[in-house]
């Protein structure tokens, strides 16, 4: 598997790990994903994969600072969405995870209304 596949791979279990509640070893496993893939974050195109780590972290150490309008702010700033005409649905995936931590609602129904949205319009 190509270097890429496993970032995203390693960014899901990260994921699944906040999600059943394992913080501690979810933090483990981000700092362990920034090691591993040092070399691999420099590229310009991973600039939002380094973004969205920070976002991780966050979310993981100030979890109440999430639904916040400053944190929503920042999102906005550090231009988590995707571009109009290429992104991938792994990123579009893990937009959406961050979104529905933001706007405190279940991941599928953000992925859902924000995928339907993205179609329709």
Not at 99 to 105: I, N, T
Request: net charge positive.
């Amino acid at each position: 598997m190509g270097k890429e596949w496993r970032f995203k791979k390693n960014m899901i279990e990260l994921i699944v790990l906040y999600e059943l509640h394992e913080e501690e070893t979810a933090l483990h496993r981000l700092k362990a994903i920034e090691r591993n893939f040092e070399k691999f974050l420099e590229h310009p195109a991973y600039v939002r994969a380094r973004l969205f780590m920070g976002f991780i972290r966050r979310v993981i150490l100030h979890p109440h600072e999430i639904p916040s309008t400053q944190f929503a702010n920042e999102v906005i700033s550090a231009r988590m969405g995707w571009d109009e005409n290429k992104e991938d649905i792994q990123a579009i995936t893990f937009f959406c995870w961050l979104k529905s931590k933001m706007l405190q609602r279940p991941y599928y129904e953000v992925l859902i209304e924000t995928m339907k949205n993205r179609t329709s319009g």
